[in-house]
């Protein structure tokens, strides 16, 4: 039998001086003989990081509402929230939808009713990091400042929508454990976006991926994810060459555009992005 291995992402965009801190939460992981147990832990503790965004620090929509995702994923089982609003940590209401649900993926009203029903409290999630995000946005999409980042161009088309309103992006983990795979993925979504937009985090084969031959979790520009099925085909090529290379090439072929990506197979783990990202380790 392979290691044991837990391993988890900030984001693209997260800063790589954060990964002492996330050896650490991997390292919390060391008690845990369960890979689906491992990897919630290791997202609650990002979701609770305000410095990430996934759960609290969740950067808000262009109308300052908050909508998050997360997923969690085991061979054959899915548990995925889209939008669900005012929940401490969404990827255990994820769970909650695998395990308790005969659906696999609970979006809006839907989700955050489930939540409450579940013994999920009201809770805010917003945070002045957050709140000072979102007032940038608004500057930017209202023309009120003139060094406004690149990915802002395509907003301005839709301006007269808005009542006119950077972030790091999803939080993620893999784990193999005993030989079991698991995978778990939560986000604020990608600012700027319109409230009800869906990235690629809880939608299977896109942000996330888990079957018998690995795990793949992803983090970037949600609409570039889920047009490439980023995760699953990732996952077609487990054990076609060497993981690392099988990402690496898969991260290349976005040109520039931000994401990243982490995986276990059988008996390799790999991270690879073309821009900053966070990651920390725990093996055994
Ligand atoms: N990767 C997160 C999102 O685009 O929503």
């Known amino acids: 039998m392979n290691e044991d291995v837990v391993l988890l992402h900030g984001g693209a965009g ?3 001086s954060f990964s002492e801190r996330l050896s650490k939460y991997a390292m919390e992981c060391s008690n845990i003989k369960d890979s689906l147990e491992a990897v919630i832990h290791s997202v609650r503790l990002l979701e609770d990081d305000p410095e990430f965004n996934a759960g609290t620090g969740s950067v808000k929509r262009i109308d300052g509402s908050i909508q998050m995702d997360a997923a969690v994923m085991i061979p054959g089982k899915l548990g995925s929230v889209i939008g669900i609003e005012r929940v ?36 805010d999630p917003s945070t002045e990091r957050s709140e000072n995000i979102w ?4 500057e930017y999409l209202s023309g009120k ?12 088309k839709f301006s007269d929508m808005f009542d006119i309103p950077k972030s790091t992006d999803t939080v993620g983990a ?11 993925v939560s986000t604020g979504g990608a600012s700027p976006m319109m409230r009800g937009r869906v990235g690629d985090v809880p939608l299977p084969g896109c942000g996330i991926y888990v ?51 982490i995986a276990v197979s059988g008996d390799e783990h790999a991270s690879f992005s073309n821009t900053s990202m ?4 725990f093996s055994r």
Not at 91 to 120: N, Q, S
């Open 14 to 16: 997260s800063k790589d």
């Open 88 to 123: 401490k940590n969404p990827v255990e209401v994820a769970r909650m939808v695998m395990e308790k649900t005969p659906h696999l993926i609970l979006e809006g009203d839907g989700a955050t009713t489930f939540a409450r029903k579940m013994g999920f409290h009201d809770y």
């Open 135 to 138: 007032k940038k946005t608004v």
């Open 145 to 156: 400042n003139e060094e406004m980042p690149k990915r802002y161009e395509n907003y301005l």
């Open 174 to 184: 893999v784990a193999r454990i005993d030989g079991k795979f698991a995978g778990a």
């Open 211 to 261: 079957g018998e031959k690995g795990a793949v979790v992803a983090t970037g520009i949600g609409e570039e994810i889920i047009r490439r099925m980023f995760c699953h085909n990732i996952y077609m090529q487990i054990g076609k060459e060497s993981l690392r290379n099988i990402l690496e090439r898969e991260v290349e072929a976005f040109n520039g555009i931000e994401v990243g990506v």
């Open 278 to 281: 966070a990651t920390g380790l």
